[in-house]
């Protein structure tokens, strides 16, 4: 696969930035309980060996499933030998036991880790990525099931590379999770018979593994409605035996495949459960506690998704990048006046290098976003984990910017990525160069996982709401420190001050939001992506800001990096003049906001 074009521009500088010298894990995390025996220099060499393996065998199949698209044949999924020949490449090097536990023979790296890698993958090829949720399953059951289920199911999901998939979707039953008509029957023997329709299922079939292993939400008999009446079943292709050895074919089987604008290589599938041959499962922990221990894989989802965003948005940046350094037309706009004025690059153009700071600026707020999130998950874990009395408030600010991460990450890519496709003008229009087709693999981010608003709501209703606040303004009061600091110095001054303002109209947006939950909860309805936008923004800027400040004292022994740090100081400077003093106009626009449109009648729609 040598002779195709490699897409892929990874960003590893700026992930060493980010994880080393601003977040600080080689101090903070790497070889704390219970993470593995990591030191930065390991973490280093792991990253580096995950990029170029992305590049080698990964990206060169990203196109492939364009003009060779998965196949269902008789209730198997053919998938294309490109993505087959990049998942074993994936295993072969031992990139799936990254983040497994140290006793489950993992290498046991912190999120932080966990998360750069996952970046170099998605960015590489997303439809491949998303074939490796068995990991995330095996961690699941390990923390979840019973001991009986840990010694039939782990290590050798892991072991022998088995897929895992997230079930929870319904024909008629998408975002309203709770009206899953599933249902789950108890049979004789202990075990639970499946019987319903799934939709919208990912890796839910393929050749290219011997088991996939179902998580699915159903409904026991006499349980309740909504979500707290589901129950979380642990639903095997092939059944798996108490020793883990494999039995017979499950009845669970795939009876369509989606045809999709884009991420066509990624198979999305409609599950029957239980047509003519019972769909067995096994109830997770032995307990009915359904929505509660999906969440422990919706989260990792989330995180993915809007990890999977950033890094095809810097992908296209650094593609655009190239472009514009390589393409000349027209002379410089200071003698356009002139015909015989020498041609430049469009590099040189002042639009050009707008957009392109548009890109660089959101992308790497994006990763520092993302990455401060998986920093603090990694505090999470060494203070005891989800539900521990002293990680508590490390816990509810993961929970806090989750949904900052993917529904500003996902939402905010997809408008960018039109810029990078057109930096390279009509030849971006064509399927000679990515652009097209990363918009096309992108947009779902902004729909599975929760749409953005199902994430402004949760942000809003749940996460804010739930301890009245005391999170955010937590949050908050650490980006105010660094306004009333002198982090930066008189360099990064002006930058501090616009962070100021940007904090007071954020606060004043939320404040004025709550104030009008008293008349109606429309209200958050009709603003609640603006302010999730608005919130993301700021502790962007925020990070952005510390970024600056972190350059403008490494560059002073790192004099050779220059160009590095000089754009990390460029990228904070752009955002606080050009995306933060938008946070006013979004605070007004929901001082001024009303319920007008809740009275529109229909028929004028």
Sequence with gaps: MSSVPIHYKHNLRDLYFNLFEFLDIGRTSLGKAPFGDFDETAARQTLETFAEVCLKEMAPSFAEPEHNPPRLEEGTVKMPPGLKQALTAYYDAGMHQL??????????????????????VAGANPAVAFFMLGGILARVIDKLGSEAQKKRFLPTMTDRRWVGTMVLTEPDAGSDVGAGRTKARQAADGTWELEGVKRFITSAEADI?????????????????????????IVPKYWVEEDGSLGERNGVVCTKLEEKMGLKGSVTCELTFGDGRPARGLLLGEVHDGIRQMFHIIEQARMAIGIKSMATLSTAYLNALEFTKERKQGADLMNARDAKAP???????????????AQKAHAEGMRALCLFAASIQDQVSIKGGHRALEAAEDDALNDLLLPLVKGYCSEKAYELLALSLQCLGGSGYLKDYPMEQYIRDQKIDTLYEGTTHIQALDLLMRKVARDGGATLQRLLGQVRATVESNEGGEELKAEREALGRALSDTETMLGTLMGKLGESVYHVGLQGNRVLMALAELIIGWLLVRHAAVAQERVKDNPGDKAFYSGKVAS??????????GLAHAARMVEHGTLDLMEVPEEAF
């Design 99 to 120: 983040e497994l536990p140290v006793p489950l023979g993992g290498m046991g790296a912190p999120p932080s880790l966990g998360w750069a890698a996952f970046e170099l």
């Design 209 to 233: 593994a011997e088991n996939i292993v179902h998580m699915v939400l159903a409904r026991p008999e006499g349980a309740g409605p909504g979500t707290k009446g589901l129950s979380l079943f």
């Design 572 to 581: 904070a400077r752009w955002f606080c003049r050009e995306v933060l003093p």
């Design 343 to 357: 041609r430049v690059t469009i590099l040189q153009h002042p639009d050009v290098r707008r957009m392109l700071m």
